[in-house]
């Protein structure tokens, strides 16, 4: 009879190859825990950025369908607002679409990818697009053929970087649609309130001006169009004009103009004649007045004028004489008769034109050269090349409230 089969002996412990576990692959997500947080920074700036582009874009289709001008303050504060907007995202966007491609270039899901990396590019082209919009030294695109046809990429592409992101988040993660429909809510409510007060409220050109506002100036024929006074400084900007008409500035400091004023020997002594006798006849200088419409309109229309003690020498608007924003604030020519018969406004400046910083008034500059419909309509109107501009000051009468 045969032995039974002896157990076959235990086999040896398997053990883990070490160059096997080196090569196994650690899983990394597509957007790590502190990529998330820049990516919250890159979502939070672009969903500012959206309400902002929004808002422009309204007032911008506003114009075109009504054919006037809403630009105002606000709507310069908010465009300044998309540039900077613009370039704090550049960094952030860019970082995190490096890193977020690094994460997942490799990813099984293909469509996601490729349709991720059609975002990027067409997101680069946006950014690309905006920079080379912006009218600032080294950077300033002026062929209009070359400027129009980037404008609308960059306006247009935005929409189809919307359509790719939500191409990639189909496939991927399900798309939280709740945050996003109340983003889109919330925005489409503030859009469309401030674009109604815009299109309720557009700015008013060249209005008469309330008779009411005839009691500060008589007896000469200028008034306000509120009926108020206007800041002496807002008056005196020559050297906020000088900085781009250079040339015209030239011109006017030399002129007759420049020195209508207390600046002028033979004025003076005209005008502080005119003031002591009717400071002894009537008990004030508003008899004056007649003078200062065309004369002296920094302290007339600032109401530095009536005080019976005004410097005529040291006064800060003493020698300011007719300044450029004098006339250019002229918003109507009330008729031709002479004796100062126009109406003036204070005209609306782009943010930081008073200010001293170099940096802002920078700012305010570029403001202008980007966004020029608002100060062409402010300072130019169509009036001052006839000749009947000119009349409110080149023809006077004696009225009786001068010299009884």
Same mark, same amino acid.
């Given at each position: 009879?045969?032995?039974?089969?002896?157990?076959?002996?235990?086999?040896?412990?398997?053990?883990?190859?070490?160059?096997?576990?080196?090569?196994?692959?650690?899983?990394?997500?597509?957007?790590?825990?502190?990529?998330?947080?820049?990516?919250?920074?890159?979502?939070?700036?672009?969903?500012?950025?959206?309400?902002?582009?929004?808002?422009?874009?309204?007032?911008?289709?506003?114009?075109?369908?009504?054919?006037?001008?809403?630009?105002?303050?606000? !709507?310069?504060?908010?465009?300044?607002?998309?540039?900077?907007?613009?370039?704090?995202?550049?960094?952030?966007?860019?970082?995190?679409?490096?890193?977020?491609?690094?994460?997942?270039?490799?990813?099984?899901?293909?469509?996601?990818?490729?349709?991720? !990396?059609?975002?990027?590019?067409?997101?680069?082209?946006?950014?690309?697009?905006?920079?080379?919009?912006?009218?600032?030294?080294?950077?300033?695109?002026?062929?209009?053929?070359?400027?129009?046809?980037?404008?609308?990429?960059?306006?247009?592409?935005?929409?189809?970087?919307?359509?790719?992101?939500?191409?990639?988040?189909?496939?991927?993660?399900?798309?939280?649609?709740?945050?996003?429909?109340?983003?889109?809510?919330?925005?489409?409510?503030?859009?469309?309130?401030?674009?109604?007060?815009?299109?309720?409220?557009?700015?008013?050109?060249?209005?008469?001006?309330?008779?009411?506002?005839?009691? !500060?100036?008589?007896?000469?024929?200028?008034?306000?169009?509120?009926?108020?006074?206007?800041?002496?400084?807002?008056?005196?900007?020559?050297?906020?004009?000088?900085?781009?008409?250079?040339?015209? %500035?030239?011109?006017?400091?030399?002129?007759?103009?420049?020195?209508?004023?207390?600046?002028?020997?033979?004025?003076?002594?005209?005008?502080?004649?005119?003031?002591?006798?009717?400071?002894? +006849?009537?008990?004030?200088?508003?008899?004056? +007045?007649?003078?200062?419409?065309? %004369?002296?309109?920094?302290?007339?229309?600032?109401?530095?004028?009536?005080?019976?003690?005004?410097?005529?020498?040291?006064?800060?608007t003493a020698h300011a004489g007719i300044t450029c924003t004098t006339c250019h604030s002229i918003t109507h020519i009330n008729s031709t008769r002479g004796n100062a018969d126009y109406t003036i406004?204070?005209?609306?400046?782009?943010?930081?034109?008073?200010?001293?910083?170099?940096?802002?008034?920078?700012?305010?500059?570029?403001?202008?050269?980007?966004?020029?419909?608002?100060?062409?309509?402010?300072?130019?109107?169509?009036?001052?090349?006839?000749?009947?501009?000119?009349?409110?000051?080149?023809?006077?009468?004696?009225?009786?409230?001068l010299n009884h």
């Open positions: 009879m045969a032995a039974p089969p002896l157990p076959a002996p235990p086999l040896p412990a398997q053990r883990p190859d070490p160059g096997k576990a080196k090569t196994r692959k650690v899983y990394v997500p597509a957007i790590t825990p502190r990529l998330r947080k820049l990516f919250v920074v890159v979502l939070g700036l672009l969903a500012i950025l959206g309400a902002n582009s929004v808002y422009l874009s309204s007032v911008t289709v506003l114009e075109a369908a009504t054919g006037r001008l809403y630009q105002n303050y606000f !709507y310069q504060l908010m465009f300044l607002g998309h540039i900077v907007l613009g370039v704090l995202l550049i960094g952030p966007f860019v970082v995190f679409g490096v890193l977020h491609m690094r994460n997942s270039w490799q990813r099984k899901n293909r469509r996601a990818v490729r349709v991720g !990396y059609a975002l990027f590019a067409m997101s680069l082209v946006v950014l690309i697009t905006g920079v080379l919009l912006v009218r600032v030294a080294g950077i300033d695109l002026k062929h209009p053929t070359a400027r129009a046809a980037i404008y609308w990429l960059h306006v247009l592409l935005p929409l189809v970087a919307g359509w790719l992101y939500w191409l990639h988040r189909l496939a991927g993660p399900p798309i939280h649609w709740r945050a996003g429909l109340a983003y889109a809510g919330i925005v489409a409510a503030a859009v469309a309130a401030m674009i109604g007060l815009h299109a309720q409220d557009p700015r008013k050109w060249n209005v008469a001006g309330p008779v009411e506002g005839e009691q !500060y100036f008589r007896p000469s024929l200028a008034r306000t169009a509120t009926g108020n006074f206007i800041p002496a400084n807002t008056l005196q900007m020559d050297d906020y004009c000088k900085k781009c008409h250079a040339d015209v %500035h030239a011109g006017w400091s030399q002129s007759v103009h420049r020195f209508s004023s207390f600046n002028n020997a033979a004025y003076l002594a005209a005008i502080k004649e005119t003031r002591e006798v009717s400071l002894k +006849r009537d008990g004030s200088v508003k008899a004056s +007045r007649w003078c200062a419409g065309c %004369h002296d309109p920094v302290p007339f229309f600032s109401g530095a004028f009536d005080d019976p003690k005004f410097d005529l020498l040291q006064h800060s406004e204070e005209p609306e400046h782009y943010p930081f034109a008073k200010s001293d910083n170099p940096l802002l008034q920078w700012v305010n500059n570029q403001l202008v050269k980007a966004k020029p419909a608002l100060h062409k309509k402010t300072f130019l109107k169509d009036f001052h090349k006839p000749a009947e501009f000119c009349s409110p000051c080149n023809k006077v009468s004696l009225p009786q409230e």
